[in-house]
């Protein structure tokens, strides 16, 4: 999809669902399952509140290290981490160097590549997929250490098609701190259509290294609608 034809979808799904919506996309030229419906999340207590049996990885009981993360430590809780570009995963305890403690969602820890457990930097890769062994309807990660630059962050379903998609910076609503860097923020998402993969898209050469933390899924509370109170009223009959 095109950026004009993304950032449409965002604004018309943050609005409209269902048939009305299907309807105006293809209108600009956007194909979307019949239906689906997608809500992104830039606060935590929101996301929260529509979520539920959410499994949450924090890496804190991590051993902090350079390259100390293999991927597949949360395999048994459904999570696999892949690093796109071959590059070691590391383990930083927040608190020195580019390792802001703003960047932790949960202390101590948070991994990067482009981050070292000194907190130095390197301007490598932090191109990172989280693969969920079962798709869920719901999913979120927080990003530390936006900007400067900016930090695509998308949504995959199992064919790989994007779900939803942000680019963050540091001016991005709902970032936690500054706008330097000492700074994280959550994004997350409640969908009709099965995440399977988080993908980040922060390359390398762009004097620009994030962290992750908290990496989370589960599925969704749904709320009460008049559709199902008519049912409930259906089998009390
Ligand atoms: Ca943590
Ligand atoms: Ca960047
Ligand atoms: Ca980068
Ligand atoms: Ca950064």
Redesign the pocket.
């Known amino acids: 999809m095109t950026m004009v034809c993304r950032r449409s979808l965002q604004k018309i799904m943050k609005t409209v669902t269902g048939y009305a919506a299907v309807s105006v996309l293809m209108f600009i030229g956007c194909v979307i399952p019949a239906g689906a419906q997608t809500t992104e999340y830039f606060g935590y207590p929101q996301f929260e509140a529509a979520t539920q049996s959410l499994t949450i990885v924090d890496f804190d009981e991590l051993t902090a290290g350079n390259g100390a993360l293999a991927g597949s430590e949360f395999a048994g809780l459904g999570l696999t981490i892949v690093q796109r570009d071959a590059e070691a995963m590391n383990v930083i305890a927040v608190g020195v160097g580019y390792a802001f403690v703003e960047n932790a969602n949960s202390q101590p820890n948070v991994i990067s590549t482009s981050i070292g457990m000194d907190g130095g930097y390197g301007d490598l890769s932090d191109n990172y997929d989280f693969i969920l062994s079962d798709p869920s309807p719901a999913a979120g990660i927080w990003i530390g ?4 630059g900016t930090t695509v962050v998308q949504f995959l379903d199992s064919q790989e098609a994007v779900i939803a998609e942000e680019e963050l910076a540091g001016g991005h609503e709902g970032i936690i701190g500054a706008s330097d ?1 000492q700074n994280r923020i959550f994004y997350g998402v409640t969908s009709d259509q099965q995440i399977a993969t988080i993908r980040t898209v922060e390359g390398p050469g762009d004097s ?3 962290t992750y933390d908290d990496v989370q899924f589960g599925s969704t509370l749904v709320p009460m609608t008049t559709a199902s109170w008519g049912r409930i009223k259906e089998l009390f009959r």
Do not use: I, Q
């Not at 250490?145 to 400067?148: A, D, I, K, R």
């Open positions: 250490n936006v900007e400067p860097g620009d290294g994030v």
